[in-house]
């Protein structure tokens, strides 16, 4: 029976064997459907991260290309980068980051340079209005330096008495013309002594009549025994005026200077007047080049220059002369208002009558200035007639009677 029973043994043995060599089988094969299972679910998930991968690219290079664009700015890149970043915490790939790092730069370099044109743009803002407040304090201190200037210069002591002796020269060139009278003439005087000297105290009530003149020379001017006079500062008295005074007389009741004393006046106090001007020209010239330095506009300082009043007065002087000249021309060569043609003259004659005019030999020396040579006789002739005739006076042939 033992014998029986062994195969049976054996035979269980060798099925348990196969049971279990089958169940290994089985367990080896559902361990390889496992790998084979998760080898395809890696290869999914590659594949899956692959694609994310690929739209994450193109994603990034859209955003590259929005951030070219000066209105992307930090609210539409946090917009468009959502994505990304979703992804990267889906597939836990920080790397995914790094590729907006470009995107990054560009708009940390843009926001750099903003900066950098805010702070320029301050900066210039700044130096406009320090610009506009130094121009502003410039002008402000040029229209203090101008005010103070021309302060200055009106009351500079020439200044102040050319305006006096230019008062008083106008009131004696004015009292000079028109009818003659005592009250004109005695004007004239007490306008002629301001000219003399501006600075002492002259009133024209002390020059109402020649009593009045009289009385005010014998307190305030100093005769000496040689007939030469000073005022009570100093200053000459021309002895022709010393002359009028003393023969001043009260009781007269017309005029009380001749028409050549009154000349005389005239004459004298326009060579006051000249005078003064060139001593103003001189202050004038100091006060423009001070207005120029501080770069002032000059005539705003020196309202009437000197040197235009001077040469208004020589000009007029010029041609009160040549008027003169002509007269005394007229009257050497015999004109008269019955006779409208003056007697032939010579050119010996012309010569001469060139040497005994200085203001005939003054326009001799101009022509012969323009000529640039000397004028012969017969041109010394031919000139005179020309100024003669250019006056009205008509004068014969070139042969004298």
Same mark, same amino acid.
């Given at each position: 029976m033992a014998n029986g029973v062994d195969p049976i043994l054996q035979g269980l043995r060798l099925s348990q064997a196969g049971f279990s060599d089958l169940g290994e089988g089985l367990q080896a094969r559902g361990a390889a459907q496992e790998r084979q299972a998760e080898l395809e679910r890696r290869r999914e998930a590659e594949r899956i991260k692959a694609e994310r991968l690929r739209g994450v690219s193109s994603q990034v290079e859209g955003i590259v290309s929005q951030a070219q664009s000066p209105e992307f700015g930090r609210e539409q890149f946090a917009e468009a980068s959502r994505p990304i970043t979703e992804a990267a915490i889906e597939l836990q790939d920080p790397s995914l980051l790094r590729t907006l790092d470009p995107v990054e730069s560009i708009l940390r370099s843009r926001e750099a340079e903003r900066l950098a044109t805010i702070q320029t743009e301050s900066e210039q803002a700044r130096a406009k209005r320090k610009g506009e407040e130094d121009k502003a304090k410039t002008k402000r201190q040029k229209v203090k330096d101008q005010i103070d200037l021309a302060k200055d210069f009106d009351t500079h002591a020439t200044t102040k008495r050319t305006g006096i002796v230019s008062e008083s020269f106008n009131r004696i060139d004015t009292l000079a013309s028109g009818e003659p009278s005592a009250a004109k003439d005695m004007s004239m005087i007490f306008n002629f002594m301001k000219m003399l000297d501006p600075p002492s105290v002259v009133r024209e009530s002390e020059f109402k009549n020649a009593e009045q003149a009289r009385s005010f020379f014998s307190r305030k001017v100093n005769v000496a025994d040689d007939g030469t006079a000073t005022t009570e500062n100093g200053v000459p008295v021309?002895?022709?005026?010393?002359?009028?005074?003393?023969?001043?007389?009260?009781?007269?009741?017309?005029?009380?200077?001749?028409?050549?004393?009154?000349?005389?006046?005239?004459?004298?106090?326009?060579?006051?007047?000249?005078?003064?001007?060139?001593?103003?020209?001189?202050?004038?010239?100091?006060?423009?080049?001070?207005?120029?330095?501080?770069?002032?506009?000059?005539?705003?300082?020196?309202?009437?220059? *000197?040197?235009? #009043?001077?040469?208004?007065?020589? $000009?007029?002087? /010029?041609? =009160?002369?040549? &008027?003169?000249?002509?007269?005394? *021309?007229?009257? #050497?060569?015999?004109?008269?208002? $019955?006779?409208? /043609?003056? =007697?032939?003259? &010579?050119?010996?004659?012309?010569? *001469?009558?060139?040497?005994?005019?200085?203001?005939?030999?003054?326009? /001799?020396?101009?022509?012969?200035?323009?000529?640039?040579?000397?004028?012969?006789?017969?041109?010394?002739?031919?000139?005179?007639?020309?100024?003669?005739?250019?006056?009205?006076?008509?004068?014969?042939?070139?042969?004298?009677?």
């Open positions: 021309p002895s022709f005026l010393v002359r009028v005074i003393q023969r001043l007389d009260p009781e007269q009741q017309g005029a009380s200077l001749t028409p050549d004393q009154r000349q005389d006046f005239q004459n004298t106090a326009e060579s006051l007047y000249e005078a003064q001007l060139k001593s103003q020209a001189a202050v004038d010239a100091k006060f423009k080049a001070n207005a120029e330095d501080l770069e002032v506009d000059p005539s705003r300082v020196v309202s009437t220059p *000197a040197v235009q #009043t001077l040469s208004e007065l020589q $000009e007029r002087r /010029k041609s =009160r002369e040549k &008027s003169q000249t002509l007269e005394r *021309a007229k009257e #050497t060569t015999g004109t008269t208002a $019955e006779q409208p /043609k003056v =007697r032939v003259i &010579s050119p010996e004659q012309a010569s *001469a009558l060139l040497q005994s005019n200085p203001q005939l030999l003054e326009l /001799k020396a101009q022509k012969e200035a323009e000529l640039g040579r000397p004028l012969t006789p017969e041109e010394q002739s031919s000139e005179l007639r020309r100024i003669l005739e250019s006056n009205g006076v008509t004068i014969g042939g070139p042969s004298a009677e």
